[in-house]
Nanobody, 126 residues
């Protein structure tokens, strides 16, 4: 069973930065060829795609709203995926979820991910 645990959320002022981490266990990350993604859900809104990365880390996708501000990366040796978030604004306030897909190809569709973490809260004050 794959387990994903997010960390790094918190309260930050507008214009600030946070780095989220997602640690995977229950699998050999580097040999499992799993694509990874970050999604978020704000109160009263649907869960939305943020960023994703393929197994090797060579291909990434971003939502238009975060492109140029957020960077997704992965360290397969540490079984960890990161989301560096810069220039945060109040619209980025949400619970951020890490997700894993049992194929090496990243996508932007939440229904195509097989495993989910519990989420970490990010709050950006104005």
């Amino acid at each position: 069973q794959v387990q994903l645990v997010e960390s790094g959320g918190g309260l930050v002022q507008a214009g600030g930065s946070l780095r989220l981490s997602c640690a995977a266990s229950g699998l050999t990350f580097s040999s499992s060829a799993m694509a990874m993604g970050w999604f978020r859900q704000a109160p009263g809104k649907d869960r939305e795609f943020v960023a994703s990365v393929n197994w090797s880390g060579g291909t990434t996708y971003y939502a238009a709203s975060v492109k140029g501000r957020f960077t997704i990366s992965r360290d397969n040796a540490k079984s960890t995926v990161y989301l560096q978030m810069n220039s945060l604004n109040p619209e980025d306030t949400a619970v951020y979820y890490c997700a894993a897909r049992r194929t090496p190809t990243a996508t932007m569709t939440f229904s195509e991910y097989d495993y989910w973490g519990q989420g970490t809260q990010v709050t950006v004050s104005s």
